[in-house]
């Protein structure tokens, strides 16, 4: 255990050290000897950006609801208290304890995104904890993964004992009281709680006990169970009805500001556009949405118990949420009295939106963002982006009338298709936004216009209609920038668009496969850490891991994968289907829209997975 | 927004103490974790007018991170009186045990009253003792010189500044293994002088200390007391 007192000299030397201290209002401080199990919540990323996250917020509440599991914080070290912690050999502790987290029982490891993946394997460094899953020690914790990288977690496989495939809430409330009730009874080992894991807890992915072959050309052959009661393909778990799920009453207050330093609400989940390029849009799926009671009495809960003067509801797009005005109206019974906001990022500007922000002037739309994704409506048809021109441009009037000077718009480069002409569409897009306030009576403009054009570059996601496609090669995406530089003329138009390099590592991770495990490896022993952040991220040093382990990343990106292939990910069974998936897929290249699911059910699969709905069939 | 203008208030003083973990909280996250803490104790607020109406909450003089301290002060405005020892509660009730509410009471006078404040500096030296004569001799100079980040216009630039005069008083005293100093100094917005100028001074003119390297945790600074411009406690 290191103390604060032993940390001190530390401390005192490092860049926010509120982020080590812990003891804020509300974490949970159990008595160890009372407990069975010590569960780690790590967050591979610092404290300010794992505080916000919702999903941990969830789980750190369903655990320690449990009386027999403590479940305590664990954040990465920001670079300066990592080199400290290396220079005085202080091993990674837990925020509440201080305790160290190789003394736990199981770490679990939010995988948020891939970059994330070197912080983990430093994270267990840091800690002591053997690297490979093999190598760990009986005693050593389980080390458990989850959140939306684990949908094709290959590349970290061999590093995890177990990966969460689904939400967490119940599956690893699961998990933790097989262990507990195996290391009662005496029964427990690691092979064998791993084994008795997988055998019987939907939404359990054990990577070791699956064999991977490859054929001759390199892609995969298969992906076989080594015995006979393992799945052979693992299914996504789902909380069925998200009112009765657990939500917390009470939030960790943080001393030092954090991300998203407010009440946030979940009022859905999944997402009823089906936009082919979107990860989130379907492994989320079904669609299953909170009552505006349960929410609104969440929400004032919370609020008691924060004081926390902003509540932001959050989706994936707010306005579809099929009872928004009720929970707005519900909601805008106390808060306002209550000096309480509220704000509703991806919110689509309509007229309902227009008629809220008249009615209460504390309705934050959030910074006015608009993604219409693609510059052309060809292009927009074949990504299934089922926004017009017209309709940006009625939502941007609405903004400018309603005083909203600055309106931010979201792209992406090298989707599957694209041709200068959409290039050129998006300059053209945003000089419109620009007309469209001029249109305007002079006195509804507002003061000091702004456009910020923001351009991401496309990456390929599993369990998407695109997830078969080429990335866009480097030096296409490159030319494709710096021609829309080219294309932007007005003063007005702020350009900004995503490093491909960073881009064209995340394409390798996400449809990666178990043979980049030694690549993360080498790019940890070459010191990558928090590449998340731009000053972490160092593409030379990923392409001198890649050649040192002889793998060629544009096997992951430029070349495609056969439709007939195995893919890494299909062992992960989603709800969406295959069929579905190729389906969207043929349609987009047919420029081929698909409704909404509040229009019509387009049969994705997820609706097997059941769960309360209201859309699906 | 049913604020009438100009609503009446009545400022309620709490004095409170942060030290152990929240000395490394910032002067700015202090003030923002406040906010939250007096909404959750449930107050009746008088807020701000305005398109974004906030509580209005003012603070004493800031403390740099790594000092701790006895003596916080934090005014709230409040529309109605609540009973002072409820408000002590209200507020333990609603922060962690490194930070607690000791004092609180109705007060009309303002932060800018408060011309001097106390502390203890506590220097951890291995043979503490020879270190004394020089800080005692480095205290009673004259003139004591630190180099300051200024601004000249609108560059930023060093100064050499004197800061005798904010020093109003300092007595240093060997406890055990440990050399402390007692100095009262100045509170004073337009001539604050932060404690770790002090330490600095003693780092840089006093062998011993400059010998041992002094590492910034092995000196210990708490803010004991406040005082008005005669020296009586201020309240
Ligand atoms: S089952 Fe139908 S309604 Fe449900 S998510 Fe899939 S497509 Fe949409």
Sequence with gaps: MTSLKQLSSILKSVQKPGRYIGGEMHSIVKDKSEVSLRFGLCFPDVYEIGMSNLGSRLLYHTLNSDPGIWCERVYAPAQDMKAQMEKHAIPLTAIESGEDVKEFDILGFSLHYELCYTTVLSMLKLAGIPLLSKDRAEDAPIILGGGPCAYNSEPMADYFDLMNIGEGEELLTDICHLYMQMKKDGSYSRAAFLRRAAAEIEGVYVPSLYEITYKEDGTIAACTPKYPDVPARVKKRIVKDLDKAPYPDKLVMPYIETVHDRITLEIYRGCIRGCRFCQAGMIYRPIREKSPETLCKAAKCLFENTGYEEISLISLSTSDYSRLRELTDLLLEWTDDAHVSLSLPSLRLDSFSEELMQKISSVRTGGLTFAPEAGTQRLRDVINKNVSEEDLLRSVRIAFRGGKSSVKLYFMNGLPTETYEDIEGIAHTAKRVIDANYELPREERPAGLGVTVSVACFVPKPFTAFQWEKQDSFESLIKKQSYLRSCITDRRIKYNYHEAKVSFIEAVLTRGDRRLAPVIAAAVADGAYLDAWDEGFDFDRWMRAFAACGVDPAYYTTRGFGLDEVLPWDVIDCGITKQFLLREREKAYKGETTPACSEHCSGCGASALGGKTRWCK | ?235
């Design chain 2, 1 to 235: 927004m049913v604020q009438v203008k100009n609503l009446p208030y009545l400022t309620l003083r709490f004095k409170f103490y942060k030290k152990g973990a929240l000395q490394y909280i910032s002067h700015l996250d202090l003030v923002r974790t406040m906010h939250k803490i007096v909404v959750r104790a449930g107050f009746p607020l008088w807020y701000t007018e305005g398109f974004n109406p906030k509580p209005k909450l003012i603070f004493g003089a800031p403390l740099s991170i790594g000092c701790e301290s006895d003596c916080e002060f934090l005014d709230v405005r409040m529309v109605e009186r609540v009973n002072e020892a409820e408000a002590i509660a209200a507020l333990n009730r609603n922060m962690t045990a490194d930070m607690q509410v000791t004092e609180a009471y109705y007060t009309e006078t303002k932060f800018s009253d408060m011309a001097y404040l106390g502390y203890i500096f506590r220097f951890s030296l291995l043979d503490g003792t020879k270190a004394l004569p020089a800080i005692v001799a480095c205290l009673e100079k004259d003139r004591i010189l630190i180099e300051k980040m200024g601004k000249s216009g609108k560059d930023k630039v060093m100064k050499t500044v004197d800061i005798k005069p904010q020093i109003r008083s300092a007595e240093v005293y060997a406890e055990g293994e440990e050399i402390c100093i007692r100095a009262i100094l100045s509170a004073d917005p337009a001539s604050f002088l932060n404690p770790e100028h002090l330490v600095s001074v003693l780092k840089s003119e006093c062998g011993i200390l400059r010998e041992q390297n002094l590492a910034r945790e092995s000196y210990f600074i708490l803010r004991t007391d406040a005082y008005t411009k005669d020296l009586s406690p201020f309240r």
